[in-house]
């Protein structure tokens, strides 16, 4: 097989593979971070962009950090290919930040002040969280029963925090 048959083919067994986990949990976490935002100060798109990237990036390097650990504890050697592999596994926290930081980013074309910047980058963060989940149920092949039980539940975490933004007014 020729190397790039053989990168196609190890691009097609990830995506067979992927696990959105990381994704549904990466919006969750931009939401939160969309939430305790608050006051930001002179530049508060820019400041909210940064914050949504270095807080998903974090987190990654977070449980880059707890794989490769457990990789330890379970007594294997760690080389390139495990590490490589954990950082791949775990970007999609990473990945799930940028759809809510291009809504910021954009917000100013839409005509939008900064609490309706803030409601769009929630809203799009949300809409993330329980797209990832249906994708990865379909993707497992859950019954559409499943497939809308996780969706309702992601639907309702989000609603969640949704509820602590109107409620915790900052």
Known sequence: MSRPADAAARRAERREHADYTGAVYGSMLAASVVVGAGSLGEFPRLELILLLLLTGGVFWIAHVHATLFGERLAQRSLNRRIVARACRDEWPIVKAAVPPT???????????????????????????????????????????????????????????????????KH
């Open 102 to 168: 291009v809504a910021v980013a954009v917000s100013p074309l839409l005509g939008l002040d900064m609490p309706g910047t803030l409601w769009l980058a929630l809203g799009v963060a949300i809409t993330g969280q329980v797209g990832w989940s249906v994708a990865a149920a379909r993707r497992a092949g859950a019954a559409w029963r499943e497939v809308a039980i996780t969706a309702t539940v992601n639907l309702l975490l989000g609603l969640l925090i949704v509820t602590f933004k109107l409620v915790l």
